[in-house]
Structures are given as structure tokens and as C-alpha cells.
């Protein structure tokens, strides 16, 4: 796969295990790591979470063109990345990259770090539209499916106001969730026997679970950036 996108010119930042083979003379991914002096660890930030900014230390490396493949003037870059937490490098992930000349590595994390954002909307996708709910073994059956919960869910998430969510945000209360949506409406909609208290308390409780989830939120940003641990 990685052939193929070099050749099309698409770059890439693909996780790879720690026995991938790097080209001669570097050997095994996880040794060339090893043998980083700790300078060579930056601490980078590769996209905001719930908590507050996903930082953690990062290495990285371009390795040597290779004449057979890159011509006599590459237009394009391989690395070599390794991410461990800042509490401990016990555990260390690995990554190969092919970038256009002069891409920073803080560009290199950013792009490592959508992936975050691509499990959340497929895990979101499952929840609320049953992307996995289908009972089909033969692939003409099964490949209309997913086009129809991929198409309504975005049409069903509560718009996200400018601005909103990140660690500048001041807001006194969070957007609608599909989670707090589902749950009014679940009080509020008319059902055979009716739940007990009026509507106002409904909408009361809601504002009340909005407000401190934002105040939590801000918690977690303001420790996270100043205290510098990681998730």
C-alpha cells in the first residue's frame, strides 16, 4: 500500500508494528528508535480531546532517499516517527510517513493524530445509526448498508457553534449532544404511561447537566496545559 501511494504522490502517515523493517542500514524500527539520543524527543500536541490538548513526546527522523524509487530530485520525504506518553515510555508506537519537501514535524503529528477523529466518527456512526447492525454474509447484500447510516449521520448531529469545544472556549454551557437530545426527547415526547414532573424540569435538568459539563471541561483544559500530563 505504501508503494502505491508513493507512486500516486500521496503522502501518508501509516502506524506500523515494532518489527517493521526499515532499509539498510537502519534494520528493525523499534532499535533505530532505541538508539535516539533524548533530545530527539519534542513534546507535540496532535489534536484536542475531551480533556484538553493529546500531548505526548514524539521522535522523528527522514530517512535516505532511495535513488530506484525518488529519481535524482525527490520531490517527497520518508520518516520514521515513534509517539510515547509523557508519564512513561513503556509503551512506544511507530509510524512510517512520506511527506512533500519542507513538511515540519508538527505536521506529521497533526496527521498521525486524525485518527482520533476517524474512530470517534465511526464509533459515533455504530451508537446512533447502527452503521453494524446488519445481518447480511454476501457482499451484494451488505454494500448498500453502510451507505445509508454514513449518509444520515452527519445530517444528524447537532451543529457545532464556531469556535466551540476547543481550549479557548468560554461558553457557560456545551452544545447538545446526541446523547442529551435522545434523553429529552425520551422525557419529554408522549409515551402510553407518563413519566412523572413537568416539563420545566426536564429542560432545567438538561441547562443544569450542560452547564457543569462545560465548567468541567474548562477544568480539564486549564490542569492539562499547565500541568503538562498526558492522557
Avoid at 515540519?104 to 447502527?130: H, M, P
Wanted: charged share 25%; proline share 8%; aromatic share 10%.
Amino acid at each position: 500500500m505504501r508503494r502505491t501511494l508513493e507512486e500516486a504522490g500521496v503522502g501518508y502517515v501509516l502506524a506500523v508494528p515494532k518489527s517493521q523493517q526499515l532499509h539498510a542500514p537502519f534494520g528493525r524500527i523499534d532499535q533505530a528508535i532505541a538508539d535516539a539520543p533524548d533530545e530527539a524527543w519534542e513534546r507535540h500536541s496532535c489534536g484536542d480531546g475531551a480533556k484538553g490538548p493529546r500531548l505526548y513526546y514524539w521522535a522523528a527522523a527522514r530517512l535516505p532517499a532511495i535513488s530506484v524509487f525518488d529519481g535524482d530530485q525527490p520531490t517527497h520525504q520518508r520518516w520514521v516517527l515513534a509517539r510515547r506518553r509523557l508519564a512513561g515510555a513503556d509503551e512506544i508506537a511507530y509510524y512510517l510517513a512520506y511527506a512533500p519537501g519542507g513538511t515540519s514535524v508538527a505536521d506529521l503529528v497533526r496527521v498521525a493524530g486524525s485518527r482520533w477523529a476517524i474512530e470517534e466518527a465511526f464509533q459515533a456512526a455504530k451508537n446512533e445509526c447502527g452503521l453494524d447492525q446488519y445481518e447480511v454474509r454476501r457482499y451484494p447484500g451488505w454494500s448498500p448498508w453502510p451507505c445509508l447510516p454514513t449518509r444520515s449521520w452527519p445530517s444528524s448531529l447537532p451543529r457545532q457553534p464556531k469556535g466551540g469545544g476547543g481550549r479557548n472556549d468560554t461558553t457557560s454551557t456545551i452544545r447538545f449532544t446526541v446523547a442529551e437530545i435522545r434523553r429529552l426527547l425520551d422525557t419529554l415526547l408522549p409515551r402510553p404511561t407518563p413519566r412523572l414532573g413537568p416539563v420545566t424540569h426536564a429542560l432545567n435538568w438538561s441547562l443544569w447537566r450542560r452547564q457543569h459539563q462545560a465548567i468541567t471541561r474548562r477544568c480539564h483544559y486549564r490542569r492539562r496545559t499547565s500541568s503538562g500530563n498526558d492522557f
